[in-house]
């Protein structure tokens, strides 16, 4: 990805070539400036090498400079003062201090009193990643692609705009990259390619490869009381249909009489706390002081509220706001 971003980088940026303005005949370590002012034809030097900015000025100078720049940064420079001013001049840069912070495509400027002079140089002989920008640029990109995959394994609804920050980094590194290898002309432009078109591209991929996980219909996932169990009447049970116990009423229950609900003077203490259950038929739910009238009914396939057991009943939530007693012969524990 960086690969494609930076060879987009290098044939928007277009073509660089260097000038000489003023009278000056001048040269850089005595090639004239003309023929090093284009990328396609930098002067190569190695990091052992001294750059030497020279020529003559039709009128006498007094201060002769030259620098080494990337994109707009003025990575070293150096200068010589003539008094009394002097038609020849030079001033040198020493490239092996330059070399150990970084390698590849400079863009050379020389200033005298009436001239300026750009062209451009290739500083070889020691290889980019043992340079310290070299090895920054190295580990944005690393950095870039970790986050990038990490982005897209996460398979969330954010791994779009985490790839696409990630792309950032993976651009920006690629394209200093590119300038330590001497392949690209870095600059305010070729950085923001570079670091916009990953990060477009981590974007898209982040949305390929790497879905919105879909969610769950509201209908569909069961609304949990404060009790946090499962749902009265709502989350459905894969339980076999048998018999119909249309109105059942076991004859006894642990070894006690439980041919009614208990009524209001002699209930006892309940022998088991709220638990959900579930029954197998339908089963009438009997009112709380009137024990003749059905006031709701349990069918299978939804889970119940069962707040206590007495004797061979059980007292129980039957719905929003529906209670009553039902045989607990009839429900089933949860589990």
């Known amino acids: 990805m960086a690969a494609i971003i930076l060879g987009l980088a290098v044939s928007t940026a277009?073509?660089?070539?260097?000038?000489?303005?003023?009278?000056?005949?001048?040269?850089?370590?005595g090639i004239e400036v003309e023929r090093v002012d284009s990328l396609n034809s930098p002067?190569?030097?190695?990091?052992?090498?001294?750059?030497?900015?020279?020529?003559?000025?039709?009128?006498?100078?007094e201060t002769a400079r030259v620098e080494l720049i990337i994109g707009p940064v003025t990575v070293d420079s150096g200068s010589t003062?003539?008094?009394?001013?002097?038609?020849?001049?030079?001033?040198?840069?020493?490239?092996?201090?330059?070399?150990?912070?970084?390698?590849?495509?400079?863009?050379?400027r020389g200033t005298t009193d009436s001239c300026v002079a750009e062209g451009w140089i290739r500083i070889s002989g020691r290889f980019p990643l043992t340079t310290l920008t070299g090895l920054t640029a190295a580990g944005l990109c690393l950095g870039g692609i970790t986050g990038l995959l990490g982005a897209v394994a996460s398979r969330r609804r954010w791994s779009r705009l985490v790839a696409a920050g990630a792309?950032?980094?993976?651009?920006?590194?690629?394209?200093?990259?590119?300038q330590e290898f001497g392949r690209l002309q870095l600059s305010y432009p070729s950085l923001a390619i570079a670091a916009v078109g990953t990060a477009a591209i981590g974007f898209v991929l982040g949305g390929l490869l790497s879905p919105d996980r879909p969610r769950a219909r509201r209908e569909d996932r069961p609304e949990a009381d404060d009790a946090g169990g499962p749902p009265a009447r709502t989350a459905q049970m894969p339980v076999p249909a048998v018999g119909r116990t249309h109105g059942a009423r076991p004859t006894e229950s642990r070894g006690e009489s439980a041919t009614s609900p208990p009524t209001p003077n002699r209930i006892?203490?309940?022998?088991?706390?709220?638990?959900?259950?579930?029954?197998?038929?339908?089963?009438?739910?009997?009112?709380?002081?009137?024990?003749?009238?059905?006031?709701?009914?349990?069918r299978p396939g939804s889970?119940?509220?069962?707040?206590r057991e007495v004797g061979g009943w059980v007292h129980m939530s039957a719905g929003e706001g529906v209670e009553g007693w039902a045989p607990k012969g009839s429900v089933h524990r949860q589990g």
Not at 14 to 24: N, Y
Not at 43 to 61: A, R, Y
Not at 92 to 100: H, K, Y
């Open 268 to 298: 006892e203490e309940p022998a088991a706390g709220p638990y959900w259950c579930y029954v197998l038929a339908e089963v009438d739910v009997f009112d709380l002081t009137d024990h003749t009238r059905v006031v709701s009914q349990l």
């Open 167 to 178: 792309g950032l980094f993976t651009g920006t590194g690629g394209a200093v990259l590119g």
């Open 303 to 307: 889970w119940y509220l069962c707040k």
């Open 14 to 29: 277009g073509p660089a070539s260097g000038a000489v303005e003023g009278g000056c005949t001048i040269t850089l370590n």
């Open 43 to 61: 002067l190569e030097l190695s990091v052992t090498d001294t750059l030497v900015f020279s020529g003559t000025d039709p009128t006498p100078t």
């Open 81 to 108: 003062t003539y008094r009394p001013q002097s038609a020849e001049f030079s001033a040198t840069i020493d490239l092996d201090e330059v070399s150990a912070y970084g390698v590849g495509l400079f863009r050379v």
